[in-house]
Structures are given as structure tokens and as C-alpha cells.
């Protein structure tokens, strides 16, 4: 009997306990610190680090003191918001040269597409497990700075449902 209540037990646990936990880590800045040798010591892209930091505006510049989110292997919280190829996201309409191109060239592909911080590279892929969708860093806008995400839709009332969420982000840069 107390071998079933046991199972039972551990069974509920992993059904009422089971998901994603962030154990990204929070790195208090030294003297002497840069952002390359302290992605180095936690073994994360440098990238990956930038971009998952609001705060830092010019990598080469951080100051003692300063608190730098380090992603760890379930990845970091971003800003995430949704956009269309619309002019109330792009300023451009249909005929319009550029209209449905992102900045690396390609054509928006909702489920596909998502616009990313200058701290990472095109082609770097972009997991949203609270999604279950898996992205690649096409596309850049004004409003996208680091700790921020913008996903393509393809319909605006889709773009406007989804709002403004903070979710857990798996950055791969190649």
C-alpha cells in the first residue's frame, strides 16, 4: 500500500511540477571584466549574452557593479512581440519596394521568421519552448534592442493578440 500511495505521490509531483525553470544566473561586474572573457567562464556564446542583456548598449563598455543576465542551458527571459509586413509595423505596403523582405534579404515566413538585436547574427536560431516554435534571426527593426524579440505574423489581428509576453528563449548562433 505505501509503495502505490508513494508512486501516486510522485506521479502528481511530476504532473503539477514539471516544465521549464529558468536557472539563469545573474554575474555581478568586476574591475578588469569583459563581456567576451565572462562568457567564457560560464562556456555561453557572447552573443547570446548581449543580446539576452536590456542593459548593455555598447558591448565594449560595461562597468563594475553592473548585473549581467547569463543564459544558462534553458536559455534566458526576452521581451517577445509580434509584427507583420504591414505599414503599421514596417511603414511599407504592398508594391512597395522591400515589402515582405527582411533585412538579411529573405521573405518573412510566419513560423519562421523573427527580428533580433544587432548582437545576433543572421541565421542564429531562435527556440521559444513555451511556443514550441523554433526561429531564425531574419530580420532587424528600430524598437528590437537586446532582451527584445519581434516574431513575424502574417495577419495583424494575429500580431495584436499575441502582445507583449516575457518568455523563456533558447539563443543558438552559429
Not at 505521490?9 to 529558468?22: E, K, N, R
Not at 557593479?65 to 543564459?71: C, D, F, L, N, Y
Request: charge should be negative.
Amino acid at each position: 500500500m505505501k509503495y502505490i500511495l508513494m508512486t501516486i505521490v510522485c506521479m502528481m509531483g511530476f504532473v503539477f511540477f514539471t516544465g521549464s525553470v529558468s536557472a539563469e544566473k545573474n554575474y555581478r561586474v568586476q574591475s578588469g571584466d569583459s563581456l567576451y572573457r565572462i562568457a567564457q567562464n560560464y562556456q555561453v556564446d557572447v552573443n547570446a549574452v548581449i543580446a539576452a542583456n536590456a542593459s548593455i548598449t555598447n558591448p565594449a563598455y560595461i562597468k563594475p557593479g553592473q548585473t549581467i543576465k547569463i543564459p544558462d542551458q534553458n536559455g534566458t527571459s526576452f521581451t517577445v512581440t509580434a509584427y507583420t509586413a504591414g505599414y503599421e509595423s514596417t511603414g511599407k505596403r504592398p508594391g512597395d519596394p522591400g515589402y515582405g523582405i527582411t533585412a538579411s534579404g529573405s521573405i518573412v515566413d510566419e513560423g519562421d521568421t523573427i527580428a533580433c538585436p544587432p548582437a545576433l547574427p543572421f541565421g542564429s536560431k531562435i527556440h521559444i519552448p513555451k511556443l514550441n516554435e523554433t526561429y531564425v534571426c531574419e530580420d532587424r527593426g528600430s524598437a528590437i534592442t537586446n532582451g527584445h524579440l519581434d516574431i513575424y505574423k502574417e495577419d495583424l489581428d494575429d500580431a495584436l493578440q499575441f502582445g507583449v509576453q516575457q518568455l523563456q528563449v533558447k539563443v543558438w548562433t552559429y
